[in-house]
């Protein structure tokens, strides 16, 4: 089994992210298509084994009336007539584009996985579901694996839609164990924090006796590879420490 550790965006120059890591997962493009000059220059910059997991830009998940919208480096006026045709997996001719856009920023990167996350307000109701399967229908992939992260699916909804489509169930591993793999057997864990009344703390530190756990968690998976991502106020400590605690 071989395991990847490192954090969803860089918490530190990319120099010294590189040095310590061998993974990360890129954020910016969540919020903002960069320019292929610029994704050319990070592939440069990174080392020849290191990997780069994207997360798939909001168009492709998220409707204009997400605040992540402020973000995305367009005029209001912009993004006003993206309105009920982007995000939510619509199958439409903008969320389709989009997400051509993003699989040329996977492949000049040599990216192995793109993260595809979708906000809490995407319900598991008949509509949003119809949508995710034409999306999922009609999409190339180009030999990348796509995670997908849910927000308060069922477990058996959550996991048809990844067996029906061959998608990695994307998981809090602390919260939610991880439903499906893929036929390459991969797991992928975003590590966000502590849960309290229902809210995820980012300001939470992983003890020792947690990342433990976790060292259990993922040696009693039968996958061939595992992405461990830490997303919060201290992922960078968590991330070393948890290399550390794997050995690695």
């Excluded at 939610?176 to 975003?190: D, N, V």
Aim: hydrophobic share 35%.
């Amino acid at each position: 089994m071989e395991v990847y550790i490192g954090c969803c965006g860089f918490p530190m120059s990319m120099e010294k992210y590189f040095k310590e890591f061998s993974v990360v997962e890129l954020q910016s493009t969540f919020y903002k298509i960069p320019s292929l000059d610029l994704v050319k220059k990070w592939r440069e910059k990174a080392p020849k084994d290191f990997e780069f997991s994207v997360k798939a830009f909001q168009g492709i998940t998220h409707p204009t009336s997400s605040p992540t919208w402020k973000r995305a480096g367009m005029e209001r006026s912009e993004i006003e007539k993206l309105k009920d045709k982007v995000g939510f997996l619509r199958p439409t001719k903008e969320v389709m584009e989009f997400w051509n856009k993003n699989l040329e920023i996977c492949k000049l990167l040599g990216s192995k996985i793109c993260l595809i996350q979708l906000p809490p307000s995407f319900k598991e109701e008949e509509e949003n579901l119809k949508n995710a399967k034409e999306f999922f229908k009609r999409i190339e992939r180009n030999g990348i694996s796509i995670c997908l992260e849910l927000r308060g699916w069922s477990e058996r909804g959550f996991k048809e839609i990844c067996k029906e489509f061959d998608l990695i169930s994307c998981v809090d591993p602390f919260a939610s164990k991880p439903l499906w793999f893929s036929k390459k057997k991969i797991a992928y864990f975003r590590m966000h924090g502590s849960y309290e009344k229902g809210r995820i703390n980012y300001k939470h530190k992983y003890e020792k006796k947690e990342l433990l756990e976790l060292k259990s968690i993922i040696e009693s998976l039968n996958v061939k590879k595992v992405y461990c991502l830490f997303n919060n106020v201290w992922m960078k400590d968590s991330a070393i420490s948890f290399k550390k605690v794997m050995g690695l």
